[in-house]
């Protein structure tokens, strides 16, 4: 599982020991405190659900340097990730230089946001920054997530890069960005995105943008 804020190399030690299990169906990755992470980088591989333990939702932190292209987690290898009662925090709210480019990338697989899962607090200057979802994966937002307090330069607080996206539940609030659209943008003619629920709230982008607003 993972740990206080002592221990934080315990988190990426918990995702690895995920990875490497050759236990069949989903592993757990449970917190047990907050945790401040020094670094990112911290791929998935493997089906793996991370939560809190217990009824209080705990954060993983960002607090390294800027790592301009960097992810607090990477999806890979055609795994799933499933977030519920708990937070991944880009550290921008506490450290407003922190600068850090994703967190959550999906290259191969899928994400799915529960309730009490929460994205919040980054500034970044890549395309997305909340989510990136890459050709032909996968991401759904359900009925008591959140994404919120986003920035980034281009493409939105959750970036459809020929991926999709299906919202069928849950918020995304307070995420601007420089060009394109500040909540969800889709690119390419493969990406899509299906809202059957949820709302869109306080996204902006400049009039003179290409999206503009919460989705384009």
Known sequence: ??????????????VACSNNSTASGTRSVVLTGNIS?????????????????????YAVTYSGPADSYGSLLTVNSA?????????LDGGSASTPS????????????SLSLQSGATLRNISSVCDGCAVV???GQTFSMNSGSAISN??????????LNAGSMTMNGGTISACTAQAKAGGVYVAGTSASFT??????DGCTAPTSSVGLGGAA
């Open 133 to 135: 979802v890459g050709p």
């Open 195 to 200: 809202m059957k629920g949820g709302l869109i």
């Open 150 to 159: 986003c920035s980034t330069t281009y493409n939105a607080a959750v970036y």
């Open 1 to 14: 599982d993972g740990s206080d804020s002592a221990h934080p190399c315990a988190f990426a030690q918990a």
């Open 37 to 57: 992470l020094s670094s990112s980088g911290t791929t998935v591989t493997k089906n793996t659900k991370i939560s809190s333990l217990g009824d209080t939702p």
């Open 98 to 109: 922190t600068s850090l480019g994703y967190l959550v990338n999906v290259t191969s697989g």
């Open 79 to 87: 795994a799933g990730l499933e977030i519920s009662n708990c937070t």
